[in-house]
C-alpha cells in the first residue's frame, strides 16, 4: 500500500474496521470500550486532555518504521515496549504480546527512540492508567509512505482481541484501593539468587589490596 500520510489514517482505518468487526459480530465487551482519535499528537498534547477519570488503560495506534536497527516488519503488527518517553506499562505490554501469540497473530517487539505517542502524553498529564502502544510497520513517515496489507491485518486482529479481554487488572476501576490483587513484574517468591560466587578482588586484580599506593611506584 502507498499512499501521503499514512500516519497516522491507516492506524484510523485499523480501529474502526475493529469496531465495525466486533458491532457485526455482535461481539461482547467485558469493559467500556471508547474509540478516540485524536489530532494534536504530533505537537505533543495528543491524549492529554480527552480523557475521562473512569479511563483505566489506554491503547494507542501510531506507525512503526521499519529501518536499519529497529524490529519493525511491513508484515506483521509491532507492539512498542517504549517510545521516548520512556518503557510503557508492563503487564498491558506483555497481555498484548500474549494475546499475539494466543491468537495466532503475527507480531513484532519494538521500541522507538525518537517519537512519541497520545500514551506518553496521556501520562505526561498526569492520568493515571495503564498505557501501551502498537502500530503497523511502515517504510518513511511525514510524506509518500509504503505498508503492506499484512501489517494492517495483523493490527486489526490485535486491537480487536484487546477489546474483546478482561482488563489487566479490575481493581483498576477504583482510584484507591488495597494491596489485595496488585500487578506485580515478578513475584518475591519467584526470584532465584545468583548461584555462582562471586570471585574476592585479589582473584582479579594484579596487585593485592594489601599494598598501598606508594608501594606500587
Known amino acids: 500500500i502507498n499512499s501521503r500520510y499514512l500516519d497516522d489514517k491507516a492506524a484510523v482505518a485499523a480501529l474502526l474496521t ?3 468487526a466486533v458491532r457485526d459480530h455482535k461481539l461482547q465487551l467485558p469493559v467500556d470500550v471508547h474509540p478516540l482519535l485524536t489530532i494534536t499528537e504530533e505537537v505533543g498534547s495528543g491524549a492529554s486532555a480527552a480523557l475521562h477519570g473512569q479511563i483505566a488503560e489506554i491503547l494507542s495506534l501510531d506507525i512503526s518504521i521499519a529501518a536499519p536497527g529497529q524490529n519493525t516488519s511491513e508484515h506483521a503488527a509491532t507492539i512498542c515496549m517504549q517510545d521516548m518517553s520512556g518503557p510503557f506499562d508492563y503487564h498491558l505490554t506483555h497481555k498484548l504480546i500474549s494475546l499475539a501469540k494466543e491468537n495466532d497473530i503475527a507480531h513484532r517487539r519494538d521500541i522507538f527512540r525518537y517519537y512519541r505517542s497520545d500514551s506518553a502524553a496521556a501520562v505526561e498529564a498526569g492520568n493515571d492508567i495503564r498505557t501501551a502502544l502498537i502500530g503497523f510497520g511502515a517504510d518513511a513517515s511525514h510524506g509518500q509512505e509504503r505498508t503492506h496489507r499484512d501489517a494492517l ?3 486489526t486482529q490485535l486491537v480487536i482481541a484487546y477489546m474483546i479481554s478482561e ?3 479490575r ?3 477504583h482510584s484507591m ?4 490483587g496488585f500487578t506485580e513484574q515478578l513475584r518475591p517468591q519467584d526470584m532465584v539468587l545468583p548461584t555462582t560466587p562471586l570471585p574476592t578482588p585479589e582473584e582479579f586484580l594484579d596487585t593485592p589490596f594489601s599494598v598501598t599506593p606508594s608501594e606500587r611506584l
Do not use: H, I, M, W
Not at 484501593?177 to 489485595?180: A, H, N, P, Q, V
Open 18 to 20: 475493529a469496531c465495525k
Open 177 to 180: 484501593g488495597s494491596l489485595e
Open 167 to 169: 482488563p489487566v487488572a
Open 153 to 155: 491485518v495483523a493490527l
Open 171 to 173: 481493581r483498576d476501576s
